[in-house]
């Protein structure tokens, strides 16, 4: 009785679990600004105020793709930092370096030009893909197993609040007098302010916390076994993990559909579409509302569900992700054959794609938890940043294939293979998934593992002989 009164109540991993969320919204924020951003730098009917810089640049789907290659390098050694030393101090520098970089980008281009821009988002490539793995390492240690999914997709549900916001904001502030430099300032105060915040709020871990109560950090503590600092990194296990590597195709598939329609649908639907920088902003950011709020909707039904012992963790996982693989792969299809006139219904199959996305934190984005809470944050950096490098390619086909930015045709190919990428590894995850503990998470699991592996063996070698 004690457990579901202290579990039903605001505490100490809510604010850690609202600070992770306000990181991750305000770093995609930070990521995706330049998708609505580089419409009006590179317009000069754009803003009301003629004194706003315009650039003649024809690499920007390059530009804005410049982010990952930079996101995808030290993923797996600052999740690995991270666990041995503590998270939070590289989710503090990570956000410092970003805020400095953004709010130096109108500086930059006016120098520099599209080069210094590149830069700019190379770095805050860099510092950003120490993010999500160590997200995932914070919540390894303040997620209690029955809260799992739900806190989990209440962090991750960041990166939508961060692109709703992000959409319309910097659309309007674009379009207005204060012109697309007014957008990068914004967000690197607001990335500062989180910065200060979280040096004086933040935690490790609920054992570390200045002032959680003792009641939660029994609750906390008593529903799940505590990640090891010290517990050796099972690199092989790992490698030869059937399970991590249904989740490893998943995330680069679902990863690529992502990509392609948070960097360009604003460009889509400006090209195509017609509308223009304010409502396409505001209309950009309608599909990842509905994304927000259906986060909630199945993560709180797939923690039921599992609690309730009416589905296996494994089964809820993968319902969730055929649910935000198979429907967006369809939207996508769909809207590539529509007459271009048909600009009602293609608003709505890009809400319904963008939307059923929302799935994937009750699927393969906390199937890492499950996996393996103790190596949780190493699996999400081998997962993120292969995904992310594989992501590059997404809008560097976009510049390949549409020569003709307002050419529907064109930009049939890049739905159709967003979709190809997005179903395929989800058959895998179907047949190969898992949502259990893996032996390598514990060393008594891998020494159990072991032990079975010789006696296998040893069976063989009699039955040979």
């Known amino acids: 009785m004690a457990e579901i009164v202290i579990g039903s109540r605001l505490g100490a991993r809510h604010v850690q679990v609202a600070f992770m969320l306000l990181l991750l919204g305000i770093g995609i924020g930070m990521r995706v600004h330049l998708s609505v951003a580089i419409v009006a730098m590179t317009d000069n009917t754009t803003s009301t105020n003629p004194d706003i810089p315009t650039y003649d640049w024809k690499n920007k789907s390059l530009i804005i793709s410049s982010f990952y290659w930079g996101y995808f390098c030290l993923q797996v050694v600052t999740a690995e930092l991270g666990r041995k030393y503590g998270p939070k101090k ?84 674009s379009s207005s007098n204060l012109g697309w430099p007014s957008a990068h300032y914004l967000y690197g105060i ?65 990863n690529w559909a992502y990509t392609t329609l948070l960097s360009e649908i604003p460009i889509y639907m400006s090209k195509v579409m017609g509308f223009d920088m304010q409502n396409n902003g505001l209309l950009s950011a309608v599909p990842y509302l509905t994304n927000f709020f259906l986060t909630y909707v199945f993560s709180f ?36 054959f529509l007459p271009n006139d048909s600009n009602t219904l293609s608003v709505i199959l890009l809400i319904v794609a963008v939307g059923a996305q929302s799935a994937s934190s009750s699927g393969y984005l906390v199937n890492h938890l499950d996996l393996s809470p103790n190596f949780a944050g190493i699996l999400m950096a081998i997962c993120n940043s292969t995904a992310y490098f594989v992501g590059i390619f997404a809008p560097i086909l976009v510049q390949l294939v549409v020569v003709d930015e307002s050419d529907k045709a064109e930009w049939r190919t890049i739905f159709i293979v967003a979709a190809l990428l997005s179903l395929i590894p989800n058959i895998i995850f179907i047949v190969r998934g898992s949502g259990e503990v893996q032996p390598w998470n514990s060393i008594e699991g891998e020494e159990s593992r072991q032990q079975e592996r010789i006696k296998k063996m040893s069976v063989i070698s009699i039955m040979s002989t």
């Open 90 to 173: 590289f989710l503090l520098l990570a956000m410092f370096i970003n805020s400095t970089a953004i709010s130096l980008i109108p500086l930059i281009a006016n120098l520099y030009g599209s080069i210094g821009v590149i830069v700019c988002r190379v770095i805050m490539g860099l510092t950003q893909g120490c993010f999500y793995c160590n997200v995932h390492n914070i919540l390894s240690k303040w997620t209690p197993d029955s809260e799992r999914t739900r806190l989990t997709s209440f962090a991750l549900s960041g990166a939508s609040l961060g692109t709703i916001f992000t959409m319309p904001i910097v659309g309007y502030m």
């Open 190 to 254: 607001v990335g500062f302010s989180w910065t200060i915040s979280y040096l004086i709020i933040g935690s490790d871990s609920p054992r570390e916390h200045r002032s959680i109560t003792e009641a939660e950090l029994k609750y906390i503590e008593g529903s799940m076994k505590p990640a090891e600092k010290k517990l050796p990194t099972p690199w092989k296990s790992i490698a030869t993990s059937v399970p991590v590597w249904a989740l490893f195709f998943t995330q680069i598939g679902g």
């Open 301 to 336: 039904s797939s923690d039921f569900l599992i609690n309730k012992n009416i589905l296996s963790i494994t089964l809820c996982r993968k319902i969730a992700n055929s649910i935000a693989t198979t429907v967006p792969a369809l939207s996508l299809i769909v809207l590539g």
